[in-house]
């Protein structure tokens, strides 16, 4: 399976982009893993309706041939480690090719990205900085990776 993780904006803080380098690489042992970042819209010049819509555009642009697209969300299913381990591993089954996670920016992501989406999940409930959002994902795909093979990360 091919999994990508979508961000509006690079990572600005350099600890951000190791974390997530890191992650990328172990997830790289069970499947094809990649990392995008899309250009975020300033935002002193734009209403965040604005922004939202121009950065939707960069992020269809590059999801349009994926299997699943599934954008993190506050509002989306709420899973634990063993329930997004189970959910990977039907998308597996499924066969599924591709998987898109997408990250969105400082206001969100606009309806026409979640409207593209298959699926909606929350990896909290609490608001997350993007940054720190796509380490958590990261990880998170990476235990479930390791719950899959019975390995002994997650315990």
């Not at 999994?3 to 600005?12: A, D, E, P, Q, R």
């Not at 172990?26 to 209403?47: D, G, P, T």
């Not at 299997?67 to 899973?79: A, N, P, R, S």
């Not at 039907?90 to 400082?106: C, M, S, V």
Request: one cysteine or more; a positive charge.
């Amino acid at each position: 399976m091919q999994i990508k993780l979508l961000t509006v904006g690079k990572f600005s803080e350099t600890c951000y982009g190791q974390l997530a380098e890191i992650y990328r690489r172990r997830i790289s042992r069970y499947h094809s893993m990649e990392i995008v970042a899309v250009r975020a819209e300033k935002l002193s010049s734009l209403s965040p309706q604005e922004a939202m819509l121009r950065e939707a555009k960069r992020i269809l642009d590059r999801v349009r041939d994926a299997d699943c697209c599934v954008i993190l969300d506050i509002e989306g299913k709420t899973l634990d480690s063993l329930g997004l381990a189970e959910w990977l591993d039907r998308r597996i089954a499924r066969g599924t090719q591709k998987l898109t996670f997408i990250i969105g920016g400082p206001f969100g992501l606009h309806s026409s990205v979640r409207e593209a989406a298959q699926e909606r999940l929350s990896l909290s409930s609490l608001t997350l900085a993007h940054e720190l959002a796509a380490v958590v994902c990261l990880e998170q795909i990476y235990r479930a990776c390791t719950i899959l093979r019975g390995e002994n990360y997650h315990k």
